[in-house]
Nanobody, 120 residues
Framework: QVQLVESGGGLVQPGGSLRLSCAAS????????MAWFRQAPGKEREFVAG????????RYADYAQGRFTISRDNNKNTMALHMNSLRPEDTAIYYCATGGTTVTGPYDYWGRGTQVTVSS
C-alpha cells in the first residue's frame, strides 16, 4: 500500500507563487511516473504535470507550461510542484499521484489533495 500526503496549499494573490509537496510512504514504486492533477469546483479532474523516475521526462498541461515546475527526490520519496504567476483559474484541489506507467497516467495511487485558492 502506498500513502501520499500533499501539503503547501493555501490562499495566494494573483501573480503569486506556491510550492506544493507530496510525501510518499509505504510501498513505493521505483521506475514509475508521478504526477500532479487538479480539480476545480464543478469540473473534472485534469492533468497538471508529470515526471519520470529519473526526472528526465517531464510533461505539462498547456496552461502550466512556463509557469509550473515539477520535480522529485527519490531518496526522500517526495515530489514538488513550484507554481508561479498564479491566476484565479488555478484555484482547485491539487492531487498527487503515483504508480503510473506513462506520464499522463493512468495512476493507481492518489493523495487526498491540498486546496489552492488564488484570489485578491
Amino acid at each position: 500500500q502506498v500513502q501520499l500526503v500533499e501539503s503547501g496549499g493555501g490562499l495566494v494573490q494573483p501573480g503569486g507563487s506556491l510550492r506544493l509537496s507530496c510525501a510518499a510512504s509505504g510501498r513505493t514504486f521505483s521506475g514509475n511516473f508521478m504526477a500532479w492533477f487538479r480539480q476545480a469546483p464543478g469540473k473534472e479532474r485534469e492533468f497538471v504535470a508529470g515526471i519520470s523516475w529519473s526526472g528526465a521526462i517531464t510533461r505539462y498541461a498547456d496552461y502550466a507550461q512556463g509557469r509550473f515546475t515539477i520535480s522529485r527526490d527519490n531518496n526522500k520519496n517526495t515530489m514538488a510542484l513550484h507554481m508561479n504567476s498564479l491566476r484565479p483559474e488555478d484555484t482547485a484541489i491539487y492531487y498527487c499521484a503515483t504508480g503510473g506507467t506513462t506520464v499522463t497516467g493512468p495512476y493507481d495511487y492518489w493523495g487526498r489533495g491540498t486546496q489552492v485558492t488564488v484570489s485578491s
